[in-house]
């Protein structure tokens, strides 16, 4: 009599490790696949049974939730068989290393996977190269099992829940929605890492832009960049998150026969660090969307030095404009402190200013407030600062001269992006971020914002993932 020892999925060998004959192994294999078929179908038999001894009471909820317990048994029941399907990657007593010498199989060692049908236990043949020190673990670089212990598809949609939520919120969604809970803590490690893998592809792609460009087919008349900052809360103080919102323009004709551009497909950069820093991120998006093909480039944003420097510095040929919001909030502020309590009388002062703005001359605001007289030292002091904020940015707000060539002056896209990539996920009550932990989640909501979360898995799978992103350990809070 033989004695045999199934030591892998798809293959037994003798007590002396010798290979048995190959269609003993496919009849072993027969024989589970069988078994998965009829645990299977056990499932499915008591799933309707027990719908059947309740017919006469069970309503829709009662038959949805017996279904899906049924279902993740199931699921996992497929897992396990597919799995062992698979095998161990045993490959002999011997397989060659790199060093030149002889890997040597010392044993299958068990490693437990999360997934999104739940956990399966893999069992990976392991080999050791007493020459060089090598190991290897063939089934674990042909399934791209990463040291976290979870599948990729619950890191990726984990990820993408962290991108829209705080990590403990998100865990929890996650949880209630798939079945799978990960603590607040490994959610964070495992999105930042992700987030860490983003940013290293947007590095790239920056690099290239600012060397070499990047090609597009995008053919825009007009393409609008839209440059702002959000201040985040961070473990050594508060800091800018450079925010620009990149989009071209559909052209809509007004209850007055006029025509003027609103914004379309607007995409998204978000970054920490100085202008030097911001402007390779936002190449890369201004290329993609076409910069260098569009017959006018048109920049909005505040009255800040740095947003200007670096337009004159890297887009020396755009057009300046202050975006209508931002001119408009200055206005309401001083028109806050003259009217300070009546809401009125504030509301219809500020609109007559921001009509001679809008439909005038910047300059002959500028006049219009010079000759207010009779101002407490506060409203003075806010009046004059206005009048600067005017004077600085005059050429930025010949607001007539856009509007009469159906420029999109703004009116809160800009804005708009700060509240809704960084400030909806970073500045919520009590955070406080690490410089990392902070840029790496804007990676992700940049990722996710902009349409390229799939295209970045997809990517992530053709080149494969370094273990070392899903081992590294976190401790960023926020």
């Not at 212990?149 to 962290?162: A, K, T």
Request: glycine share 8%; hydrophobic share 35%.
């Amino acid at each position: 009599m033989r004695y045999f020892e199934c030591r892998d999925a798809n293959e037994m060998v003798y007590s002396s490790k010798r290979p048995v004959a190959g269609h003993l192994r496919g009849v072993y294999m027969m024989r589970k696949r069988e078994n998965v078929i009829q645990e299977v179908a056990a499932v499915a038999e008591r799933l309707l049974r027990k719908i059947a001894a309740q017919k006469r009471t069970v309503d829709l909820h009662d038959i949805e939730m017996t279904v899906r317990e049924a279902s993740s048994a199931i699921d996992r029941l497929l897992l396990k068989g597919a799995v062992d399907e698979v095998g161990t990657g045993y490959s002999g007593s011997k397989i060659r290393c790199e060093c030149g010498g002889k890997l040597k199989f010392v044993g299958n060692r068990p490693f437990v996977v999360t997934t999104l049908s739940g956990e399966v236990r893999i069992e990976r043949a392991y080999y050791h190269c007493d020459r060089c020190g090598a190991s290897k673990v063939p089934i674990g670089e042909q399934l791209k099992l990463s040291g976290s212990h979870f599948s990729e598809g619950v890191i990726n949609n984990l990820s993408y829940c962290c991108a829209e939520l705080p990590f403990e919120p998100a865990s929890e969604l996650m949880g209630r929605l798939t079945g799978i809970y990960v603590s607040p803590k490994e959610a964070q490690i495992l999105s930042e890492s992700i987030g860490k893998e983003t940013g290293e592809e947007l590095d790239e792609q920056a690099e290239v832009a600012m060397k070499d460009g990047l090609d597009t087919d995008a053919r825009p008349e007009r393409l609008y960049m839209a440059i702002d900052g959000v201040m985040i809360n961070e473990q050594d103080g508060w800091h800018e998150a450079k925010t620009a919102a990149i989009y071209d323009a559909k052209e809509q004709i007004n209850a007055d026969g006029s025509k003027e551009d609103v914004a379309n497909e607007i995409t998204y950069v978000a970054r920490g660090g100085s202008p030097d820093e911001l402007i390779g991120y936002i190449s890369v998006e201004a290329q993609r969307r076409g910069v260098e093909y569009a017959k006018e480039l048109i920049v909005l944003g505040d009255g800040a030095a740095w947003i200007w420097n670096m337009v004159r510095s890297y887009f020396p040929g755009a057009i300046q404009i202050i975006d209508w919001y931002h001119a408009s909030e200055h206005v309401w502020r001083l028109g806050r402190v003259l009217w300070d309590g009546d809401e009125e009388r504030c509301k219809c002062w500020v609109e007559e200013q921001l009509e001679v703005l809008k439909d005038v001359r910047v300059e002959d605001l500028i006049t219009k407030l010079a000759g207010i007289v009779g101002l407490s030292d506060e409203a003075a002091s806010e009046r004059d600062k206005l009048m600067k904020y005017l004077q600085d940015n005059r050429d930025r707000m010949r607001y007539d001269e856009y509007r009469a060539k159906g420029y999109h002056i703004g009116s809160g896209v800009v804005e708009s992006a700060c509240k809704h990539v960084v400030q909806m996920r970073h500045k919520r009550s009590g955070m406080r971020w690490s410089a990392s932990g902070a840029q790496e989640v804007l990676n992700l909501r940049v990722f996710l914002l902009n349409g390229r979360w799939d295209d970045f898995w997809r990517r992530r799978r053709q080149e494969g993932v370094s273990d070392s992103h899903m081992l590294a350990g976190s401790t960023k809070a926020a």
